[in-house]
């Protein structure tokens, strides 16, 4: 008589476990730029055209970190996993629980801590005599009273 192999209740969490996060990290991919969605062609529309303008003001600003959710699923997988491998029994399952927790709570930080970041808010007072206010993550060589174009929410030296 064969004998069948039976997987474990633990090999068959972790699958599991490992198919919801591809699943989960699956949905949050972006597409590339340029690329089309699938509810949307190409536009057709004609590029912006560039304004011109003198820098008056030049802020440094906080960045925002919006986290994806990438960081507290991995750190979910990885503390529930490491959780898993201590104690027995029910103490096995606060354990993993525990583990899963804390870990989601240090991946999201750590995400948020990397977004996070300094960005520059440029105050352009146009050549038509708007102003417009432009946040963008260096400055390069831009100074106030420098000549400048505005591209694609973006500040050029001109």
Known sequence: MKS??????TALRLSLCA????????????QAPGEPRPDQGYSSAPAAS???????????????SNPSGAGAIVGGLVGGLLGNQVGGGTGRTAATVAGAVGGAVAGNQIEKNKQAGDAYQIGVRLDNG??????????T??????????????????
């Open 130 to 139: 708007g102003f417009v206010s432009i946040v963008q993550d260096s400055i």
């Open 4 to 9: 069948r192999h039976i997987p474990s209740i």
């Open 50 to 64: 560039a304004t011109y303008g003198r820098i008056e003001s030049i802020e440094i600003v906080r960045g925002s």
């Open 141 to 158: 060589d831009l100074r106030i009273g420098d000549r400048v174009s505005v591209q694609n929410k973006h500040v050029y030296r001109y």
């Open 19 to 30: 198919m919801v996060a591809v699943g989960t990290l699956s949905a949050c991919a972006t």
